[in-house]
């Protein structure tokens, strides 16, 4: 029997989650701030590229932060991350989000295909997994990096747009499918790369569909893990 979230949420109404708009607002407005800050200390030489470690964990930061406004706000005004989005895997999210998520990766693939003609390879890399990549010499930090990239970046992100975002506009009676296609334009334009809009947006259109056909944000963490996988990989390539 599915929880009284995963049942509002597909039905397209959340009842009593106007916080959740609040919410993925300025938990957005936070994380681009911090990201400012951090980028003004680094161009002005305060943080040091040769100190690896601390650099991966400070270039992960804002993004780690994400999650913690739809945390706070719904346990302080909803029911809990497991009741508001259901953030309790089942098998059902397990299977879901794997297929989405390997929809996601083709899809990425496909459309990167398109791009190639317009931009050429040089403009469509991932900068994030290059330069981690390319400055990497301590096995350690890449291992944190790749878990970051597989485990923590997904939880986060997926609880931002999925979570607070899909279920504030579920609440005003937003239609699902434009939700899904909302909250994948966001997804793509937070992630500040213009040359792979178009790709990051049917990632994130194939990853919201897990939370569309189950209604949990379970399932959109598990494809979109599945979708950061390879990169997460491609890290050790020149370690």
């Known amino acids: ?4 979230g995963a049942t509002s949420a597909r039905t397209g109404l959340v009842f009593g989650a106007h ?3 609040l919410a993925f607002i300025a938990s957005l407005g936070v994380y681009y701030a ?3 800050l951090l980028s003004g200390f680094a161009f002005h030489g305060r943080i040091g590229l040769a100190d690896l470690g601390p650099l991966i964990l400070l270039a992960f930061v ?12 719904s346990r302080r005004w909803g029911r809990g991350v497991r009741a508001d989005f259901g953030l309790r895997p089942t098998g059902r999210d397990l299977r879901v989000g794997l297929a989405c998520g390997g929809f996601s990766l083709l899809a ?5 295909l398109v791009l190639m003609q317009v931009y050429g390879n040089r403009y469509l890399s991932d900068s994030t997994t290059d330069v981690l990549r390319g400055m990497s010499s301590s096995i350690g930090w890449l291992v944190f990096a790749a878990l970051v990239v597989v485990v923590a970046a997904p939880l986060t992100e997926e609880l931002l747009f999925r979570g607070a975002l899909w279920t504030g506009l579920a609440h005003y009676r937003v239609p699902p ?5 909302l909250t994948a334009l966001v997804f793509a334009q937070v992630h500040g790369e213009p040359e ?6 049917g990632q994130g259109i194939a990853i919201g569909a897990a939370r569309l056909i189950t209604g949990r ?5 598990i494809a979109h893990a599945t979708n950061n996988l390879p990169p997460a990989l491609l890290l050790f390539g020149g370690a």
Do not use: F, H, K, Q
């Open 1 to 4: 029997m599915e929880d009284e």
């Open 217 to 221: 944000v379970s399932a959109s963490v």
């Open 177 to 181: 499918w434009v939700i899904l296609v």
């Open 34 to 36: 911090l990201a400012l």
């Open 196 to 201: 792979r809009t178009l790709a990051l947006l």
């Open 19 to 21: 916080w959740a708009l």
């Open 108 to 112: 990425a693939y496909v459309l990167n």
């Open 62 to 73: 804002p993004n780690l932060l994400l999650g913690l406004g739809p945390v706070v706000a």
